[in-house]
């Protein structure tokens, strides 16, 4: 499930739009765009009763306590709410907080039935431009060493766009690499990748660097390799964790 608490903001899909719904009024964006803007980046996982409940109460939450909620938005909320909001997820995973859960959604649920506040002002400021971390192509594959002394391959899967930067994203293939002779030539699209779970708050699929000096190349620790890859490997958003080079390494070889 991935909540750490039975708040409607104790999860990173509610955070995620919250946040993004006021940078977004922040760098000059109407409600609609800002909304717009929130739902496309949410847009794949819109599908899933319990993600669009999460994603549309919280956007009308924080549009209300900015005065600027709309009828359309607000009824999608409320329908969700009034059929249940996510409380099966909650009576699945987490059956002990199910009551501070409907306890939170009622509330909530009281105040997008309430006026709405005045608009609140919001200082704009153009956005800055992002730093992008890479210019390497999908499909690039990297070597890691491990604390083992073995390597394993990273294969740069998508990009993320984060408030200041563009990120490379890596899935990390599940066969560790024991020498030079164990190394292949070209990887296929269904190479099996490894999912970082232990000891995490969900399971992680993919993940991305966390720097340590933005002075640096982001790469820095990792080696370029000449393998093909055969075709596009699966990439969620979702599903990634970001993490220091050292703390990769140090996770992938407990999961190995």
Do not use: N
């Not at 390497?136 to 890691?144: E, I, K, Q, R, T």
Request: one cysteine or more; glycine letters at 6%.
């Amino acid at each position: 499930m991935g909540a750490w608490g039975a708040g409607l903001y104790s999860d990173d899909t509610t955070c995620d739009v919250r946040d993004d719904y006021i940078q977004h009024l922040k760098h000059g964006l109407s409600h609609d765009e800002a909304c717009q803007k929130v739902l496309g980046r949410q847009a794949a996982r819109l599908g899933e009763p319990e993600v669009a409940c999460l994603v549309y109460v919280a956007l009308a939450d924080t549009a209300w306590k900015y005065g600027r909620l709309d009828e359309t938005l607000k009824d999608k909320a409320l329908s969700l709410l009034h059929a249940g909001g996510d409380l099966s997820v909650w009576e699945r995973d987490a059956p002990g907080d199910v009551p501070a859960r409907r306890k939170a959604l009622k509330a909530i649920e009281a105040r997008l039935a309430t006026p709405q506040p005045a608009e609140k002002p919001v200082k704009v400021s153009p956005p800055k431009p992002r730093k992008v971390r890479t210019t390497a192509p999908l499909g690039s594959v990297f070597s890691l060493d491990l604390p083992s002394q073995r390597q394993v391959l990273l294969v740069l899967v998508g990009f993320v766009e984060l408030e200041k930067s563009i990120d490379p994203v890596f899935s990390v293939l599940a066969q560790p690499i024991a020498s030079a002779e164990s190394m292949p030539i070209r990887i296929a699209g269904d190479a099996p990748t490894l999912v970082l779970s232990k000891g995490f708050r969900q399971p992680f699929r993919h993940v991305a660097i966390l720097p340590r000096d933005e002075r640096k190349d982001i790469l820095t620790g990792l080696t370029p390799l000449d393998i093909t890859v055969e075709a596009a490997l699966p990439f969620q958003r979702e599903h990634t964790v970001w993490l220091a080079l050292g703390r990769i390494a140090s996770e992938v070889d407990a999961h190995l």
